[in-house]
């Protein structure tokens, strides 16, 4: 029989009010003050905070406090990864973030789901879908995806919007409900040099 946890891990419906899944939020919402509360000038402490929290981190990342998840274990992010303010990963199911990732401020993503009827929903029943998010992705200020979404290589999610279904690679796509707006062309190539 599977615990609450591998359960929550696989995508079957658990029970969060299970006992070692408290100790983990608990566990992880210490490292998180500790983070959050640490001096600007702390960054390599943070780091060593983020390494011990998640499933796996590329060598060179970095996210700018407050930052907020509910295990950490769950999360993993590749090389060159970057999230800005006030970032909240919900991940009770696996949250993988490739290589050269950009995330705005206030961009949340949202692995825990709940029954739509009230019933299974009020006994405390959840269920939790994993997200994926490619290499080369730039997620806009303000940005909520939801469970089960993969945002594909290259793509740009504008500011403000709500990612409820996949988005392909190589397009830009926004809106609430996100829908793909455009695909990325050589056109949009900049070439910048330093003045």
Same mark, same amino acid.
């Given at each position: 029989?599977?615990?609450?946890?591998?359960?929550?891990?696989?995508?079957?419906?658990?029970?969060?009010?299970?006992?070692?899944?408290?100790?983990?939020?608990?566990?992880?919402?210490?490292?998180?003050?500790?983070?959050?509360?640490?001096?600007?000038?702390?960054?390599?402490?943070?780091?060593?905070?983020?390494?011990?929290?998640?499933?796996?981190?590329?060598?060179?990342?970095?996210?700018?406090?407050?930052?907020?998840?509910?295990?950490?274990?769950?999360?993993?992010?590749?090389?060159?990864?970057?999230?800005?303010?006030?970032?909240?990963?919900?991940?009770?199911?696996?949250?993988?973030?490739?290589?050269?990732?950009?995330?705005?401020?206030?961009?949340?993503?949202?692995?825990?789901?709940?029954?739509?009827?009230?019933?299974?929903?009020?006994?405390?029943?959840?269920?939790?879908?994993?997200?994926?998010?490619?290499?080369? $992705?730039? #997620? @806009?200020?303000?940005? *909520? %995806?939801?469970? &089960? $979404?993969? #945002? @594909?290589?290259?793509? *740009? %999610?504008?500011? &403000?919007?709500?990612?409820?279904?996949?988005?392909?690679?190589?397009?830009?796509?926004?809106?609430?409900?996100?829908?793909?707006?455009?695909?990325?062309?050589?056109?949009?190539?900049?070439?910048?040099?330093?003045?």
């Amino acid at each position: 029989m599977k615990s609450p946890k591998e359960k929550m891990i696989a995508g079957l419906p658990y029970l969060d009010s299970d006992g070692q899944l408290f100790k983990d939020r608990q566990y992880a919402k210490e490292e998180l003050k500790r983070f959050n509360d640490s001096e600007p000038k702390q960054i390599k402490f943070r780091k060593q905070i983020i390494q011990k929290l998640f499933h796996a981190t590329g060598h060179r990342f970095f996210l700018e406090p407050p930052f907020r998840c509910d295990y950490g274990y769950n999360i993993t992010i590749g090389e060159n990864f970057y999230s800005n303010y006030n970032c909240t990963i919900l991940d009770c199911a696996p949250v993988t973030i490739g290589d050269n990732v950009l995330f705005g401020p206030n961009v949340s993503l949202f692995t825990a789901g709940h029954p739509i009827h009230f019933e299974a929903r009020n006994q405390g029943w959840e269920f939790a879908l994993p997200i994926v998010i490619e290499d080369n $992705v730039w #997620i @806009g200020g303000h940005v *909520v %995806i939801n469970p &089960g $979404v993969r #945002i @594909g290589t290259n793509s *740009v %999610i504008g500011s &403000g919007s709500v990612v409820t279904k996949d988005i392909p690679s190589n397009v830009i796509a926004a809106g609430n409900p996100c829908r793909i707006l455009r695909p990325i062309t050589e056109s949009d190539r900049i070439d910048y040099v330093e003045s």
